[in-house]
């Protein structure tokens, strides 16, 4: 390889990222031809101290320019991997070496953040993602084992059929529905029909094996391109204690937990009811189609066993402290509209009336609290995530919380979310939806500091 970008002198990297083609066998005899960290998807944990200096070198083996993006981190521009930041690529046939200073504590992940457009072999369609645990040194609490969940799909394809899961996270109020509905005929989206957990598809992983009375401390990450997700366990009950790595002021049982794509759910799990059972996407295509894993007791046999639960709606705020946040500095607002493109088109989406880019239009000063008061004029449900910051979330569809700080939220369709952020980041500062069709056809806008 000819490595032509940067040092290959110097002391050895903490951490090496090796982008290159794999395969991935999802279950016997299939096979994922794609691009992985490391020669395998998903690529390995990695584990950062918080506070602790290290040294990334990134080797691009593909013949594209990639970006590693750190998601959830306060790093600089120019180290964060978005290219709308300014991040330099990694070049193909390349190697550039990043260093940054771990921060906040918790669960992260990082990923590609090429952009894809109407190729599904790129950006996060790949399988180019993995874990990134910080450790803060804030004690974990007590658990018997830990496992690591990453939801994935597989061999995307464009329908112009609407596949998704919104109706799950729709049923709220829709304070953002316009009068009058957009008629024009969809255009394409991408979907998919095979899902993994992992890298491997329900019923071919190794179960989780647990014992009655224990504890299991489990990390979920949403790292689909394409969809937000439920996932439950009969019978158990997720004890939610962090959401997108931040610990929530209130931990509580959810028997249902929904991600967006690039969310994080940490949670523990009493094991308390002995069987063997599916630990799976609520709705039974999805989960039919891979996006599962056995959980099995000891001594128990059988076929696992899904049943549907009785709590299907997620909501943020049951984790949140009551109250209201200070009025902040500014407010910004961000109307969110799609325009549906026709058969056989690419639909675009808009920021306050213009697809991605914008003329200066969020200006930031460096020090101030600012609100964004998201309004979801689409019939989508989108993961909205900020880079380099958290935000708190301050109000959902008319219900005021405080104290849940994340990176990643669900605007469900037609709502009215807001949140508050300080701006004490300084540098550019992308802002899109997590779906990376969206995000590629319009659904993003940058931040700059004046
Ligand atoms: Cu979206």
Redesign the pocket.
């Known amino acids: 390889m000819n490595m032509n970008s940067t040092p290959t002198e110097g002391p050895p990297a903490d951490v090496t990222l090796h982008i290159a083609p794999v395969v991935v066998e999802i279950s016997p005899s299939r096979f994922i031809s794609t691009v992985g960290y490391n020669g395998t998807s998903p690529g390995p944990i990695l584990r950062m101290k918080q506070g602790k200096a290290v040294t990334v070198d990134v080797i691009n083996d593909t013949d594209a320019n990639e970006f590693v993006h750190w998601h959830g981190l306060f790093v600089p521009s120019e180290v964060d991997g978005a290219e709308e930041e300014g991040t330099p690529a990694v070049p193909p046939q390349a190697r550039r070496r990043f260093q940054f200073i771990p921060n906040p504590g918790g669960t992260r992940w990082y990923h590609s953040h090429a952009m894809a457009m109407g190729d599904l072999h790129r950006g996060s369609y790949t399988g180019q993602f993995g874990f990134l645990m910080i450790d803060s040194g804030a004690d974990a609490g007590q658990y018997d084992q830990e496992v690591f969940l990453a939801l994935r799909d597989w061999e995307p394809f464009y329908t112009d059929q609407n596949m998704d899961t919104d109706e799950l996270t729709g049923v709220g109020p829709t304070p953002e529905k316009p009068a009058v509905l957009d008629t024009r005929p969809n255009g394409l989206e991408p979907t998919t029909l095979t899902y993994t957990v992992n890298d491997k598809m329900l019923g071919f992983a190794d179960p989780i094996r647990v014992k009655q009375g224990s504890r299991v401390l489990v990390h979920l990450l949403n790292a689909s391109a394409i969809e937000n997700r439920f996932v439950s366990l009969p019978g158990h009950m997720f004890h939610v204690f962090a959401l997108d790595g931040n610990p929530v002021p209130t931990p509580t049982d959810a028997e249902t937990v929904m991600l967006g794509p690039g969310e994080r759910v940490d949670a523990y799990i009493e094991m308390n009811h002995p069987g063997v059972w599916i630990l799976g996407a609520i709705d039974d295509p999805t989960r039919n189609g891979g996006l599962g894993i056995v959980v099995e007791y000891e001594n128990q046999h059988g076929q696992p066993q899904f049943l549907a639960p009785k709590q299907t709606f997620f909501d943020y705020t049951i984790f949140g402290r009551q109250g209201h946040q200070p009025e902040p500095d500014h407010t910004i607002d961000m109307a969110f509209e799609k325009i549906p493109s026709g058969s056989g088109r690419f639909n675009l989406y808009t920021v306050n009336g213009k697809p991605y880019p914008h003329d200066n239009e969020f200006l930031l000063q460096k020090g101030a609290r600012y609100r964004l008061l998201f309004r979801n004029r689409t019939d989508?449900s989108?993961p909205l995530h900020l880079h380099r910051h958290s935000f708190e979330l301050v109000n959902m569809n008319g219900t005021a919380t405080s104290g849940i700080m994340k990176d990643t939220v669900i605007a469900p369709l037609y709502s009215r979310v807001t949140v508050d952020f300080v701006a004490d980041q300084p540098g550019l500062t992308l802002f899109h939806?997590h779906?990376q069709h969206?995000m590629d056809f319009g659904?993003k806008a940058l931040f700059k500091y004046s």
């Open positions: 989508d989108h939806c779906i969206h659904f």
